[in-house]
């Protein structure tokens, strides 16, 4: 089983090294470095660098290039954050118990929050390229650009949003509500680890292996979510329970009930976990974190 | 002095190679699509493509890398445009007398059009890396990235644009208006011609020219903007004028007056003139170019 304090200190060190490539908050153009800074800084459990760093560790990573990287995944995924809480999407005005971007810097300032910190990102994981040696790892900083656009983009986490978004209120068929799932939640997990084992040195194949297992487990998480959304108590959750239910919205629970959820959560996660015990390398925290993402009870 | 067929078959050639690199409209997602083409071909004289592709030539770049980096810059300034136009920043309806990503596609999908751009533009410009045969050619492209995020991104583009947000109907000093027009407008050219001559090979200290004379360039491009917004008929300028003295807008013309306001463009734009002739390539059109972006009347 996976140890609290353990993972308490590697989100401290995924902290740690985000915290670095944060913009100092000065000049004209202040206002938008203290809202980048107090969404990044809002929280959260740091998993897509915490996980982005295993898979590059378990590939025999050493170097620092996957720093800048770890920090431009986290900066993404809060730059989604961010647009989703708006107004004119989720309209949401807490987060994690403090006033979301918009409601604490105002509509306008959210909206290029968001781009801020959608394009520093990839400026971020340009400075990878000091920390290359050779010609040829430069060209692999380019690569791992294009994969962390790639599976951010329309093909990725957006495409996945503007799905969810636009079949809001409607009842979602079961082909969506899966292409939804890999690409809005999926991708950013499989972008986290298929960098890593990419700025390891991983072969196209092994590539390929990881962006299956990363995938997987992206499914069994967000399934796993929907359960709790039934099972829990609100307590256990910290947040309201059957808000799927009131909100009339589909989930996996919804179309294929709950036993199969539970089923098909065990069933994809063990295709995780057995596609990690056919790669090279050994790392049993990072095994130990996918088994308590999908079988967690909160 | 430029040919007017010469820029129009210019812009078509960089019509056709941003066309290449749009998304297909097919696919769950296809409205992300259509909005993101919808806004990208709405027009504009693709005067960033075509400045980054003369660049490139003045600099004897001969190579196919620089088409999705063309595309990719005119995807940037898209976002910008869609994300500007939004209820929450300008508010406006129409631009180029089409209704606005947002009055079209609504409010959620002009978010997530104008995030999908910005990103996409980053998925594009990484394909360059099919058309380099080495290494470091591969690293070159790295390099050109960067580049691209941090002239559109916090010290770029999004920078001046917040600070033209946040000072909105305020009485803008001097030195924030220099800094609103350097950024806003200057730092996609400045992207543009920098990212032609980096990728043609050009050394640090002409990177460090071309920076000078695109920064030039935009300066009294909207310097002169802000003077035929006085001194045009409405039928000459294609939309209304005196709009920033009826907006009580701070431009450089209220600022420093008419007569100042002239005799600082032609110095700006001599010294960009004077640059171009200190490099080592010869580009007519381009200096052509360069002085009707800068003595234009409409």
Redesign the interface.
């Known amino acids: 089983m996976l140890q609290t304090e353990l993972l308490k200190q590697k989100t401290n060190e995924a902290e740690a090294v985000i915290e670095q490539y944060l913009?100092a908050e000065s000049?004209?153009?202040k206002?938008?470095?203290e809202a980048?800074n107090y969404s990044v800084r809002a929280g959260g459990k740091r998993l897509r660098p915490i996980l982005m760093r295993e898979t590059y560790q378990l590939f025999g990573g050493k170097g620092q290039e996957i720093e800048p990287f770890m920090a431009a995944i986290e900066m993404i995924h809060t730059?989604s954050l961010i647009?989703d809480d708006?107004p004119?999407?989720d309209n949401d005005e807490l987060r994690r118990g403090v006033p979301t971007t918009w409601v604490k810097y105002g509509?306008?300032?959210a909206?290029?929050a968001?781009?801020?910190l959608?394009?520093?990102a990839?400026?971020t994981a340009?400075?990878a390229?000091s920390f290359?040696g050779?010609?040829?790892e430069?060209?692999r900083?380019?690569?791992a650009?294009?994969l962390l656009?790639?599976k951010?983009?329309?093909y990725g986490m957006?495409?996945?949003?503007?799905?969810d978004?636009?079949l809001t209120g409607q009842d979602i068929p079961a082909q969506?509500l899966d292409?939804i799932y890999r690409l809005k939640t999926g991708a950013l997990l499989e972008a986290s680890m298929m960098i890593g084992a990419m700025l390891a040195g991983a072969s196209d194949e092994e590539l390929g292996q990881v962006e299956e297992m990363a995938g997987a487990v992206g499914l069994a998480f967000q399934i796993q979510d929907d359960i709790l959304d039934v099972t829990s108590t609100a307590e256990q959750l910290g947040k309201p329970t059957l808000s799927d239910e009131k909100n009339h919205k589909t989930t996996y629970v919804t179309l294929e009930g709950i036993e199969k959820a539970r089923a098909d959560v065990a069933k994809i996660s063990e295709r995780a976990i057995e596609i990690l015990h056919g790669l090279p390398g050994k790392n049993q925290f990072l095994e130990d974190l996918i088994r308590m993402l999908i079988t967690r009870d909160r």
Chains 1, 2 share one sequence.
């Open positions: 913009p000049g004209h153009q206002i938008i470095f980048m730059s647009h708006l004119c999407m509509y306008d300032m909206v290029l968001g781009d801020a959608l394009i520093y990839v400026e340009v400075k390229l290359t050779t010609a040829q430069g060209a900083v380019a690569r650009i294009g656009a790639a951010t983009g329309i957006v495409g996945g949003q503007v799905v978004v636009q969506k292409f």
